[in-house]
């Protein structure tokens, strides 16, 4: 195609809200037969409610756990951290983000950090294998249903449990039914729990061909890599665990507003709104441009 055409279809794109860093990103998409989804803010609002919240050692009370909890989530971006300070908030624990120290975020797993000389690790099972906590499968500990995301709360002892849920953006549903239309095959990569990751697929009516639960971020890039051999892919993600896969990609899609700064710089392109509904009409738009036929 001319490069007036493939400077309208840009045109176009951006003012749909789908920013692309090049022109060549219109025949990639033209080509696309994957597109692989991060899950939490992705596919999802990622927008949390605390769906559980439980104390599992004798000498320590809520307040206490739900003040390190919030004091150390304070200081992390992910959709889940705002989650937990709002809960320990609507119970009248405010967190104190000065008394934090060293603290780290562990893209997949969770965050650490030092609350009076006291390791406080908080995340997923790895995490309290990073803790050296007895080996604790907090799924079993917790007592809600299936819906949401085990975590813990553990120093060298497991000391709390509590999940969080999340549900799927209106659109999501369209945007894949859009894709097989159009022959397109819609995956998802999460670093969520396998339990979150199948309530994903039921509220979607089962509408992804697959699923991988529990990734870390490199482990999203292999996937990603090795779908490649199938043909050309692309990866929208909103989350600086989904940076290596955005890279991997043929086409990485970053979730703008929402998104971290790290997955927009990574990204090949920056959707503005938060509707994916955008990408399968970018790729029929990409396809028109190049003549390609549906
Ligand atoms: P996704 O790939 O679906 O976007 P993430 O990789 O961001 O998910 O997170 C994977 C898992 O890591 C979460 O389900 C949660 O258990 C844990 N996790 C990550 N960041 C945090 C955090 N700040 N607080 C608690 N848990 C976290
Ligand atoms: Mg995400």
Redesign the pocket.
């Known amino acids: 195609s001319t490069p007036v055409a493939i400077f309208c279809a840009l045109t176009k794109a951006a003012i749909s809200g789908l920013l692309l860093k090049g022109g060549d990103y219109i025949e990639t998409l033209s080509g696309i037969k994957t597109v692989a989804f991060?899950?939490?803010?992705?596919i999802t609002r990622g927008e949390f409610t605390v769906t559980d919240f439980s104390v599992s050692v004798d000498d320590i009370s809520i307040e206490t756990l739900l003040y390190w909890v919030s004091s150390v989530?304070s200081k992390?971006s992910?959709p889940?951290?705002a989650a937990?300070v709002e809960y320990g908030m609507l119970n009248s624990v405010k967190p104190i983000p000065e008394n934090v120290e060293n603290f780290q975020?562990?893209?997949?797993?969770?965050?650490y950090g030092i609350i009076n000389g006291k390791d406080i690790y908080?995340?997923?099972r790895?995490?309290g294998a990073r803790a050296g906590s007895e080996r604790v499968d907090c799924r079993t500990q917790c007592q809600s249903p299936e819906i949401s995301?085990?975590?813990q709360c553990c120093g060298p002892t497991l000391v709390g449990v509590f999940r969080l849920a999340d549900t799927c953006r209106s659109g999501a549903l369209e945007a894949i039914e859009e894709l097989k239309l159009l022959g397109v095959r819609s995956v998802m990569?999460?670093?969520?729990?396998s339990q979150?990751a199948m309530y994903a697929q039921s509220q979607l009516n089962h509408a992804l061909d697959i699923v991988h639960a529990e990734?870390l971020?490199a482990e999203?890039a292999v996937i990603i890599e090795n779908f490649k051999k199938d043909g050309l892919i692309a990866m929208i993600?909103?989350?600086m665990?989904?940076a290596p896969a955005l890279a991997t990609a043929d086409i990485g899609i970053s979730m703008g507003i929402s998104g971290s700064a790290l997955a927009n710089e990574t990204g090949n392109a920056i959707l503005m709104s938060n509707d994916i509904r955008k990408i399968p009409e970018a790729i029929r738009l990409a396809r028109k441009t190049t003549r390609k036929l549906i």
């Open positions: 991060d899950k939490t803010g992705t989530e992390s992910h889940m951290a937990l975020n562990f893209p997949g797993e969770g965050v908080i995340g997923n790895r995490i995301t085990p975590n990569l999460t670093g969520d729990s979150a990734l971020p999203k993600g909103d989350g665990n989904d």
